[in-house]
């Protein structure tokens, strides 16, 4: 798993600004973990752990493993509203996140949804997912 440092380290397009040169790609994407980092904080009743894996360098995979097993749709909402708001976002408009909940299961069975060798460690609140 790529630790926080690891994700800093990306190489991301440096000829990439937004109109008027003010906001690299890279600068977006830091930007962006640390949104889903406080996000995550924000919801952390609701949260087992929670992963991006980097698809493309402006393309980013939020898994989020949810607490229990049963659906949770307040989590489901609150998820929507997170994707809507990047999507929104003049401070995100380089990047497309892709937002995916999950319930709480096993680390093999996670394996399926988040490849772990090459995700970013959002949050982990429950030390068995």
């Known amino acids: 798993m790529l630790s926080t440092v690891d994700a800093m380290t990306w190489t991301f397009p440096s000829e990439t600004f937004l109109e008027g040169g003010t906001q690299t790609l890279g600068a977006q994407v830091e ?12 919801h952390s009743e609701m949260i087992g752990r929670a992963d991006v894996r980097v698809i493309a360098p402006d393309n980013l995979l939020f898994v989020v493993m949810q607490k229990g097993v049963p659906y949770d749709f307040e989590l489901a909402d609150c998820l929507t509203d997170l994707d809507i708001e990047v999507a929104r ?17 096993s680390h093999a069975s996670a394996q399926a949804f988040i ?3 090459n ?3 959002i949050a982990n609140f429950d030390e068995h997912a």
């Open 31 to 42: 930007a962006l973990l640390k949104r889903l980092r406080d996000w995550c904080g924000e």
């Open 119 to 121: 995700a970013i460690s």
């Open 89 to 105: 976002s003049a401070d995100f408009d380089l990047i497309m996140l892709n937002v995916q909940k999950i319930p709480r299961c």
């Open 115 to 117: 490849d772990w060798d």
